[in-house]
């Protein structure tokens, strides 16, 4: 066998365990969110990104969100087992919205100025395979979020 079989034999091979674990850590996260949403009663709607929400309230106004948008905002994540990874402080936080996660990125403009939303975020729109202070690698992560004011 020539060395390049082997080469191509083996990154072949590297590749279809990379696919396979991601779609095990996909359908995994899936279960888990299914579970959590069942266990704690949430009407929740699956947006195609994978993120799933809860319009708590929609707020008023017509707001768009163009690239620079600044957000403020009170906030409260956790893991799925209750463990809470970022309150903000209890206070008021200002973010420009294209810094942040994917998730939020995606839920957040769901709602306008004075809403409230409950966002459960896949790992692979949050910090995905790394873990980032308090927030285990591959966890799905659980906030919910006021909007006080876009900007």
């Known amino acids: 066998m020539s060395n390049n079989f082997l080469k191509f034999t083996a990154l072949s091979f590297l590749l279809i365990s ?3 674990t ?5 359908e995994d996260a899936e279960k888990q969110i299914a579970e959590f949403i069942q266990k704690n009663n949430i009407t929740a709607t699956k ?4 993120l799933y929400y809860q319009i708590i309230k929609a707020g008023t106004g017509n707001s768009t969100y163009p690239p620079g948008t600044k957000i403020t905002i009170k906030y409260v994540g956790k893991l799925l087992n209750g463990t809470v990874i970022d309150d903000g402080n209890n206070v008021e936080n200002t973010f420009q919205l294209a810094q942040l996660i994917e998730g ?6 769901l709602i306008q100025k004075g809403g409230e939303i409950r966002l459960i975020i896949p790992s692979e729109l949050a910090y995905g395979s ?6 285990p690698a591959n966890s799905v992560l659980d906030f919910t979020i006021q909007l006080i004011n876009v900007q």
Do not use: E, M
């Not at 939020?104 to 403009?109: A, C, D, E, N, Q």
């Open 130 to 135: 790394q873990a980032t202070g308090p927030v």
């Open 22 to 26: 991601s779609c095990k850590k996909d």
């Open 18 to 20: 990379v696919l396979f």
């Open 104 to 109: 939020w990125r995606i839920g957040i403009p």
């Open 47 to 50: 947006h195609p990104s994978g």
